[in-house]
C-alpha cells in the first residue's frame, strides 16, 4: 500500500521558517519524480518545486531562493525547506509521487499518488 504523509505544517509570522517533510512507503523514491504542491483556499493547486530521480531540482518563480527541495532515500523522506516565508506562502502543501518511467514531473498530471496535506499559514 502506497502511502505519502505530510508533517511539519503550522502557523509562523512573516519571515519565518518551516521545514515540511513528506515520509513515503510502498513506492522506490529514489527512482521517482517527487514535488511539492500547494492550494490556497478559492485557488488551484500549483507546483512549488520538483526533484527528478536524476537531475537538479526546479522551483515555481514565486518561491526561488527562499525555498529548497531535497530528499533522503534510505529515510524514504521528502523535505522542503522554506525560509523568509510570506502571508501569501499560505496554503495546504502537498506532496507527490510521479511514476517511475517520468524522468521530469511538473503538472499536476505528471503524478499518481499525493499526500492529504498540511496546512502552512503565515501571518503578517
Known amino acids: 500500500q502506497v502511502q505519502l504523509v505530510e508533517s511539519g505544517g503550522g502557523s509562523v509570522q512573516a519571515g519565518g521558517s518551516l521545514r515540511l517533510s513528506c515520509t513515503t512507503s510502498?513506492?522506490?523514491?529514489?527512482?521517482?519524480?517527487m514535488g511539492w504542491f500547494r492550494q490556497a483556499p478559492g485557488k488551484e493547486r500549483e507546483g512549488v518545486a520538483q526533484?527528478?530521480?536524476?537531475?537538479?531540482?526546479t522551483y515555481a518563480d514565486s518561491v526561488k531562493g527562499r525555498f529548497t527541495i531535497s530528499k533522503d532515500n534510505a529515510e524514504n523522506t521528502l523535505y522542503l525547506q522554506m525560509n523568509s516565508l510570506k502571508p501569501e506562502d499560505t496554503a495546504m502543501y502537498y506532496c507527490?509521487?510521479?511514476?517511475?518511467?517520468?524522468?521530469?514531473?511538473?503538472?499536476?498530471?505528471?503524478?499518481?499518488?499525493w499526500g492529504q496535506g498540511t496546512q502552512v499559514t503565515i501571518s503578517s
Open positions: 507527490a509521487a510521479a511514476p517511475p518511467w517520468r524522468a521530469r514531473c511538473r503538472n499536476l498530471v505528471d503524478f499518481d499518488y
Open positions: 510502498g513506492i522506490d523514491m529514489d527512482r521517482r519524480c
Open positions: 526533484l527528478p530521480a536524476y537531475d537538479t531540482p
